[in-house]
């Protein structure tokens, strides 16, 4: 079964005047230097030919509709990708709403960003910290934010379950090198994959989420409405 997990909001849920008709003037130029958003004074209309969908930054997106957004003969990937080239809510807007508007994929989504989240007393979502490292991985969350700034504990998930050093890819099946420090300095077939630890937790937490059948109530709802 192809999955693709997401969070999602229903499409009539949002202001989508305020989200997505703002341009944003030279968006290259405003991650280079790090400045303010500079905005057009011109306002974007709205698509009338699919619906808009919006979700988390974080998804776990499945081999299929990787493939479907890239080489795919459906023009709505490249038609949306135009589309928000100049908008400053693009990560988030691009692929549930590819996805949502795809009959071969709207049913294959699970609503969870798969996410783990540590909260405080007030039940406010905290920064997360090397004491939070046992947790988080026996969750089987395959993300997890927003981090202690100067904490090791990324350090720590790329020496202990990335088996990694910074600058370097993450080793995998496809790492056929003898050298203890980095396997992958030979690389062979990277269609291999051999399914660790890690992937035994993510397992467990899918099967977690499926186990009532609930998610289906969740796959790309949207409100109806006469006026956008």
Request: proline residues 5%; contains cysteine.
């Amino acid at each position: 079964m192809q999955i693709v997990a997401m969070e999602l909001c229903c499409w009539m849920c949002l202001d989508w005047s305020k989200k997505l008709k703002p341009i944003v003037v030279d968006p290259g130029l405003y991650l280079t230097e790090e400045s303010e958003v500079y905005y057009a004074s011109q306002k974007r209309e709205l698509p009338d030919a699919y619906r808009l969908f919006t979700g988390s930054s974080s998804a776990i997106l499945s081999r299929k509709f990787t493939e479907f957004c890239i080489l795919g003969s459906d023009n709505l990937p490249r038609t949306l990708l135009l589309y928000l080239s100049n908008s400053p809510s693009s990560e988030s807007v691009y692929f549930p709403t590819i996805l949502c508007n795809s009959r071969k994929f709207n049913g294959t989504t699970i609503n969870h960003n798969m996410q783990y989240s540590a909260f405080n007393s007030r039940s406010q979502a905290r920064r997360l910290n090397s004491s939070d490292f046992n947790d988080m991985v026996m969750s089987g969350a395959a993300f997890a934010l927003p981090f202690k700034a100067g904490d090791p504990v990324l350090d720590k998930i790329d020496h202990e379950l990335l088996h990694h050093n910074r600058d370097e890819p993450v080793p995998g099946g496809w790492c056929l090198g003898d050298n203890e420090t980095n396997k992958c300095t030979v690389w062979g077939d990277v269609e291999i994959l051999r399914p660790g630890s890690g992937a035994k937790r993510l397992e467990k937490k899918f099967l977690h989420l499926f186990s009532n059948g609930s998610y289906l109530n969740d796959q790309c709802q949207y409100e109806k409405s006469s006026s956008r």
